[in-house]
């Protein structure tokens, strides 16, 4: 009896213990065939009219209009203030106080309507990738904090044409986004790169489908970066050769990005 209670839990463990292999080797073979991550160029164009909170300067006032991402600020749309920029306490804490492309300019005399445009870039110039992202608005009209809005779109390869409700200080409210035409590198699969050999001991080839610019990264699965460098392919099926000799065994994620999109292939480093 008691040898057939050993035998059952013995079993059990094992059973348990090739499930969970299992189960580890699946989630790592599922990333040779994660989505490209898309960065679609375009346009935004957000309209909004302000009105009194009855500050202590009113009508006078100071505004900004800044855009973040769930990481938090990309980019400052507009600023009108000076002096009294202090005073947007909510834009100065996102922001650092980044005006970089921003448009600017001195206080506001009277209440109006905006038009804003936005280019889908940060301010490095670099396009953001697709996702979600939410324009904030802040003035005030005396010397603490005044009224904020947001307001949340889809950055992506669809129009997006949003009207949102009025609201007490914020009126006429319009959020357009208009992509570009999305270049057919997007469309290209995963399988259209070759990484060999692979698993890999010296050195790594990698074949690009077709030319133009690209970054590669191989960096290992906790998110470590080992290598990082660009590359132009004037040539389609080109080949770029890194050298893996001095790195570890084991496994890691090798990202090619182009301007539109991100592929991520894992290779195996003996």
């Not at 009896?1 to 189960?23: D, H, P, Q, V």
């Not at 990484?195 to 960096?219: C, H, R, S, Y």
Request: proline fraction near 4%; charged fraction near 15%; hydrophobic fraction near 40%.
């Amino acid at each position: 009896m008691m040898k057939n209670i050993i035998l059952f839990l013995f079993g059990m463990i094992c059973l348990l213990g090739f499930s969970n292999f299992g189960t580890s080797d699946q989630m790592v073979d599922k990333l040779d065939y994660a989505p490209p991550v898309l960065y679609t160029a375009g346009s935004l164009t957000f309209q909004v009219r302000t009105v009194t909170a009855n500050g202590s300067y009113a009508p006078r006032h100071v505004l900004a209009v800044w855009i973040e991402d769930a990481n938090g600020f990309v980019i400052t749309n507009l600023l009108r203030a000076q002096t009294r920029k202090q005073y947007l306490y909510t834009w100065k804490a996102a922001t650092n106080q980044n005006v970089v492309d921003a448009i600017t300019g001195a206080t506001i005399s009277s209440h109006q309507s905006h038009t804003i445009n936005w280019n889908g870039k940060d301010v490095t110039g670099s396009i953001v990738p697709d996702g979600d992202y939410t324009i904030r608005v802040e003035f005030t009209e005396k010397h603490g904090q005044g009224p904020l809005a947001s307001f949340t779109f889809t950055k992506g390869t669809s129009m997006v044409h949003l009207t949102p409700a009025d609201q007490t200080n914020y009126k006429d409210i319009v959020v357009d986004w208009a992509p570009e035409t999305v270049s057919s590198t997007a469309d290209i699969s995963l399988n259209d790169f070759s990484v060999f050999p692979n698993p890999a001991k010296e050195f790594v080839d990698i074949e690009v489908p077709f030319k133009g610019n690209f970054k590669m990264q191989l960096t290992s699965i906790s998110g470590q970066v080992f290598e990082e460098n660009s590359f132009y392919s004037q040539l389609e099926n080109s080949k770029h050769q890194i050298d893996v000799s001095q790195l570890p065994a084991g496994l890691y994620l090798l990202s090619i990005r182009t301007e539109k999109a991100v592929w991520v292939k894992k290779l195996v480093v003996q």
